[in-house]
């Protein structure tokens, strides 16, 4: 249809969307740990995060923690967690905790090393999440 005459452009209904979608990182992640976890003694697992973009990657941070998957209806922390160094302060932590790894380089990799001292027997879920946020 042609329009005949001036334009009344308050008459006109504009219905524009636009989403914005991410694409996924092209960044490795890898946990290393060596079986058995024995009662009172550090357990280290190694975390490794390598950079595949054609880009530093600025501002990775590891989240992680663990989860005791036993019966314990006190809410009874068993187990103490530490990053880099296996360290016990007499705090038996078991919260989520956060470890900023800063920039990777394009095509490098960095490693963090996370340490569990179980105070009791028992299942746990050991949980790691990498977070990139630029």
Request: glycine share 4%.
């Amino acid at each position: 249809m042609i329009c005949q005459g001036p334009l009344e452009w308050d008459n006109i209904d504009v219905k524009s969307a636009i989403k914005v979608t991410h694409r996924p990182a092209n960044v490795n992640f890898t946990l290393h740990h060596e079986p058995p976890c024995l009662l009172n003694e550090f357990y280290q697992l190694v975390i490794d995060v390598e950079n595949k973009e054609s880009l530093d990657i600025m501002d990775v941070r590891l989240s992680f923690g663990l989860k005791d998957q036993s019966q314990n209806t006190t809410n009874e922390q068993t187990a103490h967690i530490s990053m880099d160094k296996a360290e016990y302060d007499g705090n038996l932590e078991i919260q989520r905790m956060e470890a900023n790894i800063g920039v990777i380089q394009a095509g490098k990799m960095s490693s963090r090393k996370m340490y569990i001292k179980n105070m009791q027997t028992g299942s746990k879920t050991v949980f790691v999440k990498v977070i990139i946020l630029k």
